[in-house]
């Protein structure tokens, strides 16, 4: 046999006894048929079948490198010894298309119908093939590609080449892990709040509008609240017994939630714009107007005040 087929054999001998102990490797027969093109023999063109063995190694990824060779069995005397890289692309199907791209070297003996050079020519290739998986180790594969004579020969030259081939997988290929779907967003549940409601009520002697120091706890609640919660607002609502004209009550019940306003401001450094006052005279009692009880119990200025904060652990 000649140098190209020693050489073949040794690689593959060697490469094929690491194949059973290394992952991603594989091998399998091949049958070749090559169009040589006819400028390479005086008598025209030259097909040859090549009966050969390829040795592979399939990446976690889409690509492939795999060494071959082939001899042929028609009788036109050919070998064949070829680098290939593979590029296989996803698809839905179980048949998976690939890309190819490869280096191959003729050696064919030298006879009457050769021009000269062409008993050792060298080509870079390009095609396109399918694969399937038939089993978890077993795959069949079909391909066709252009090869473009490099050196050696006539120049120009371009062979047609079909390859069938049967692989075994010592591991099966590792296909790409599905990716994970993300995380959904953890939902931080909502704290836990509470309404609070501060209310002041300042009662007033008969006929007066000074408020008393008795309600000093009541008017710093609520400045404290105001303080602390600066987007709400006070409002002051003045009121009267039903003793004396319409007209000076109204008045009465003006002086007294301005009163209360005033201390608020004054002892407590609430800003005056946040509070508002509004006087009822004797139009909205809550008691008995006819009882000293039922007055005191009218004459009154109040507010209310109504704010959120989250319940702490």
Do not use: C
């Amino acid at each position: 046999m000649r140098k190209i087929t020693t050489m073949a054999g040794t690689l593959l001998l060697t490469l094929s006894a690491a194949a059973i102990a290394s992952e991603g490797l594989y091998m399998g027969p091949s049958i070749s048929h090559y169009r040589l093109d006819k400028d390479r023999s005086y008598s025209g063109s030259s097909d040859s079948t090549l009966a050969g063995i390829n040795l592979g190694y399939r990446f976690a990824g889409p690509i492939a490198l795999e060494l071959g060779y082939g001899t042929d069995i028609g009788g036109a005397d050919l070998d064949a010894i070829k680098l290939d890289a593979l590029y296989y692309i996803d698809t839905a199907s179980s048949w998976k298309p690939y890309l190819l791209l490869g280096f191959t070297d003729f050696d064919r003996d030298q006879t009457a119908n050769l021009k000269r050079g062409e008993d050792s020519t060298q080509q870079l290739g390009a095609g396109f093939g399918v694969a399937k998986m038939l089993s978890d180790h077993w795959q069949g594969r079909l391909d066709g590609r252009f090869q473009q004579k490099i050196s050696g020969g006539e120049s120009g030259t371009i062979d047609l080449g079909f390859n069938l081939g049967v692989n075994y997988f010592f591991n099966p290929p590792v296909a790409a892990a599905p990716a994970e779907p993300a995380p959904a967003p953890v939902q931080e549940a909502a704290p836990e709040t509470r309404t609070i409601t501060v209310r002041l009520n300042v009662e007033f002697e008969f006929d007066k509008a000074v408020v008393r120091n008795i309600y000093g706890d009541e008017l710093a609640a609520v400045a404290n609240a105001m303080k602390a919660h600066d987007d709400i607002d006070l409002v002051l609502e003045g009121h009267t017994d039903s003793m004396g004209t319409d007209a000076y009550n109204q008045d009465l019940s003006a002086r007294r939630a301005a009163a209360v306003k005033e201390r608020i401001v004054q002892d407590y450094g609430v800003d005056p714009a946040r509070i508002s006052t509004v006087g009822y005279g004797e139009s909205r009692p809550i008691a008995d107007n006819s009882t000293d009880e039922g007055r005191a119990r009218n004459r009154r200025v109040i507010g209310e005040l109504n704010y959120t904060e989250v319940v702490a652990d």
